[in-house]
């Protein structure tokens, strides 16, 4: 099964092509990623929200409850590993974590770290990679660790230079045994 969205839809695409319309979402939504909540074949979905401002789950009924508003240009989510969610900001360039219950966002990862965020990935380790492209720190693959410490994994600090090159770095090797990105 592949899942995907069209502006202002959220689909399920099943391994025969077949398309269902799960939820209708105002406010182009940016970024989904399943939840493994034990609900649907794989969990509910996180989707960010950017022209609102916010971080919604949707179940397989269509069901949204909404986690967190007033964000600055959410644009890429993931969860932490007790179930909390990291959002990344494009507006502020930082990262905000968000209780599993949804509610009141705190500075995880602060802006003068980071610049011209495009996504973030869990690494499985309790941290994150995320991709910046562009901007005045340039185009770049970060590590954030569970301890909210930044490293640079790749990229330049030239700006302008390969300005989407972050968003989808291509990686031939791992970057550490039993490490790899796709």
């Known amino acids: 099964n592949a899942w995907g969205y069209a502006p202002a839809s959220l689909m399920r695409v099943d391994s025969l092509g077949s398309i269902t319309t799960i939820a209708v979402l105002a406010g182009n939504p940016f970024d989904v990623k399943v939840e493994n909540t034990g609900a649907l074949p794989s969990g509910d979905f996180l989707v960010t929200l950017p022209l609102f401002g916010q971080l919604i789950r949707v179940d397989g009924a269509g069901g949204v409850t909404t986690l967190a508003t007033g964000l600055a240009s959410p644009i890429g989510v993931d969860t932490f590993p007790n179930g909390d969610y990291a959002v990344a ?45 562009g901007g005045a720190l340039g185009a770049r693959l970060m590590r954030v660790d569970a301890g909210g410490n930044v490293t640079q994994v790749l990229g330049n600090a030239a700006f302008g230079f390969f300005q989407g090159a972050a968003h989808s770095p291509h990686l031939n090797v791992p970057l550490a045994p039993g490490t790899a990105l796709n």
């Open 89 to 133: 900001l494009s507006s502020t360039d930082e990262i905000v974590r968000i209780p599993r219950a949804g509610g009141t966002p705190t500075t995880w990862v602060p802006s003068s770290q980071l610049g011209n965020i495009k996504d973030l990935v869990a690494d499985g380790e309790g941290g994150f990679f995320v991709t910046e492209a």
